[in-house]
C-alpha cells in the first residue's frame, strides 16, 4: 500500500480559504483514484472529491461543488484540494485516500483538522 500524508489544514474565517496537499510513497502504482473525504465530530465520514489518474475526471460532493478543487501532480506524487469560501459546516478532520476506484480507497492518510470559525 501507499502512504499518505496530508497537510495544509488549519483555522480559517468563513469565507476564506485554505490548500490541503497530500503527499504519496511508497506503492503509489495502483492509486487510479486519488480523494478527499471528511469527518465531523459526531458524523459519519464523508466523501468530499475525487480526481482519476490523469487528472481529467474528478468528482464533487454536492456541498463543495463550487467552492472546492481537487487537482493533483503525479511528478511530484502530490494531490491537492483547494477549498474556497469556507463555512462553518467545512469544519472536519480531512483525510486523502487512493484505490482503484472512490468505493475501494485502499491507502489512507492520518487526516489533517480544517477548523472553520462563523
Known amino acids: 500500500q501507499a502512504q499518505l500524508v496530508e497537510s495544509g489544514g488549519g483555522l480559517v474565517q468563513a469565507g476564506g480559504s485554505l490548500r490541503l496537499s497530500c503527499a504519496a510513497s511508497?506503492?503509489?502504482?495502483?492509486?487510479?483514484?486519488m480523494g478527499w473525504f471528511r469527518q465531523a465530530p459526531g458524523k459519519e465520514r464523508e466523501f468530499v472529491a475525487a480526481i482519476n489518474w490523469a487528472g481529467e475526471i474528478t468528482s464533487y460532493a454536492d456541498s463543495v461543488k463550487g467552492r472546492f478543487t481537487i487537482s493533483r501532480e503525479n511528478t511530484k506524487k502530490t494531490m491537492y484540494l483547494q477549498m474556497n469560501s469556507l463555512k462553518s459546516e467545512d469544519t472536519a478532520l480531512y483525510y486523502c485516500?487512493?484505490?482503484?476506484?472512490?468505493?475501494?480507497?485502499?491507502?489512507w492518510g492520518q487526516g489533517t483538522q480544517v477548523t472553520v470559525s462563523s
Open positions: 485516500a487512493g484505490g482503484a476506484s472512490i468505493a475501494t480507497m485502499r491507502s
Open positions: 511508497g506503492r503509489t502504482f495502483d492509486m487510479y483514484v
